[in-house]
């Protein structure tokens, strides 16, 4: 079932045909407009937005061909599915070019119909997200871009809408490379701070001495080498925020530095006497376990609680398939563009590998990895030879690692008619209703499997 109606019209001159498509079709959750001619079919497209049409090839006066011309015209983002009765190859490949989706021989079965239309509406959603990601890229953006519609990302991005216009501290949590700046930019650009400075800084890139130097400055003549007085960036970034990355790394005695400028608003450069006020927002972020960390005395607590007011929990890449085919279409049109390249999609092998693959590097290593596919072809569209080793050959290794073969899709087909029968002690007319196909097509199966 969908969830957002999606509407289809059905063009089919046939009544039962067309009636049956109906029905199939409402019962998935689609909004769906009927009608048995092609002239009214238009008139429908100049009037309502559709997103797929499903129409008969083969109908009189004005034929399917010309309905799939007209609908391009009219609607070029709605896709397109062809039925008919009078199956060529000449005809599917005519229509095929003519911008169809994809082509229905009858007689079909009603998985086919459900099947090929989810598809279809996938298409198109993806195609429309691309081009919105694309224009997205076109003009300056103030506002970090997070790509998803996956449950724990809609949470999050409700999160940051509540609790950017406070100041209060936000912990973020999450594997590396699971977007924690950008969550952190995105709070930043949504606060009152937004027209002030965001600085980044590393907690696990210096060492002690140096944090220091970094974070409060110092004063001419501090140590050897000071020979002018130097601000921090905790200065620099007054009336700003400071996203103090990988805060799990810092040092003990730095964390009770940092513990006073937070409790004070102010901060001492190194080498300095006079205290200066500071007023900035900071959002900190680990991909380690902190709780823990403080039990086992690495991470001072005062300091876990003074930061961890708010919680934002990252969720690894493999915990939000869903969200992978528009992160690398958004990847996608960023590196296309910036390589001055054409390629516009990934094709549907590509797209499986990519949904299957593990992420162990999360969002970083998706985008490593379309940045390395745009690199390599010089085609329209991204195909397995563009990807990595591992990831062309997971398919293989997922085979290879499985201690049992796994049936193929018609095995599995015979085994389940097999098993609907005997439910149904033979009868094969419960059977085909109890499958929700015709009697025709479970006769044809029953025969093509030798059951």
């Given at each position: ?38 002239s ?18 083969k109908?009189?006066n ?35 070019k ?22 279809g ?8 997200e ?45 594997e590396?490379?699971?977007?924690k ?6 709070i ?30 110092h ?53 300095g ?6 007023d900035?927002?900071?959002i ?146 419960q ?11 479970l ?9």
């Amino acid at each position: 079932m969908t969830t957002d109606t999606q509407s289809i019209l059905v063009v089919e001159d046939e009544d039962i045909s067309r009636k049956n498509l109906t029905h199939i079709l409402k019962k998935e959750g689609y909004g769906v407009i009927s009608t048995h001619n092609g002239s009214k079919a238009i008139d429908l497209l100049k009037k309502n937005h559709f997103d797929l049409v499903l129409t008969d090839l083969k109908m009189s006066n004005v034929d399917g061909m010309q309905v799939l011309l007209k609908s391009k015209e009219l609607q070029p983002h709605t896709e397109v599915i062809m039925i008919t009765g009078y199956a060529t190859i000449d005809t599917a490949v005519k229509a095929m070019k003519e911008g169809a989706y994809h082509y229905i021989s009858k007689p079909y079965s009603i998985d086919e119909v459900r099947k090929i239309v989810r598809e279809g509406l996938l298409k198109r959603a993806l195609l429309l997200e691309n081009i919105k990601l694309k224009e997205m890229l076109k003009a300056p953006q103030d506002m970090p871009e997070i790509v998803g519609k996956s449950e724990p990302i809609r949470a999050i991005k409700e999160t940051i809408q509540q609790i950017a216009p406070s100041d209060i501290n936000v912990l973020i949590l999450g594997e590396s490379g699971t977007g924690k700046e950008l969550v952190a930019k995105a709070i930043h650009q949504k606060s009152s701070r937004s027209k002030n400075k965001f600085i980044g800084f590393n907690c696990g890139s210096f060492t002690e001495t140096l944090m220091a130097n970094e974070l409060f400055g110092h004063e001419k003549g501090a140590f050897t080498g000071a020979v002018k007085e130097k601000a921090g960036l905790l200065e620099i970034a007054n009336n700003g925020t400071v996203f103090m990355d990988e805060i799990g790394d810092m040092p003990l005695t730095m964390q009770v530095k940092m513990l006073r400028v937070i409790q004070e608003r102010e901060i001492l450069r190194v080498g300095g006497t006079k205290a200066i006020p500071v007023d900035v927002r900071f959002i900190a972020a680990t991909h380690r376990d902190l709780e823990s960390d403080v039990k086992e005395g690495y991470f001072r607590q005062d300091l876990f609680y003074r930061l961890n007011v708010i919680t934002i929990k990252l969720p690894a890449l493999a915990e939000r398939i869903a969200d992978i085919p528009l992160l690398a279409h958004f990847f996608l049109a960023e590196k296309s563009r910036s390589m001055q390249k054409q390629i516009q999609d990934i094709d549907r092998e590509a797209m499986d590998l990519l949904v299957k693959y593990s992420w162990p590097g999360n969002i970083r290593e998706l985008e490593n990895i379309i940045e390395r596919a745009v690199a390599l072809e010089n085609g329209k569209s991204i195909t397995v030879a563009d990807l990595p080793d591992d990831i062309m050959n997971l398919s293989i290794e997922t085979y290879r690692s499985s201690s049992t073969r796994i049936p193929t899709l018609m095995e599995q087909e015979k085994q389940y008619i097999q098993w609907i029968l005997e439910k149904c002690n033979g009868n094969k007319t419960q059977a085909s209703k109890m499958m929700d196909i015709d009697r025709v097509s479970l006769w044809r199966k029953i025969k093509r499997f030798g059951l």
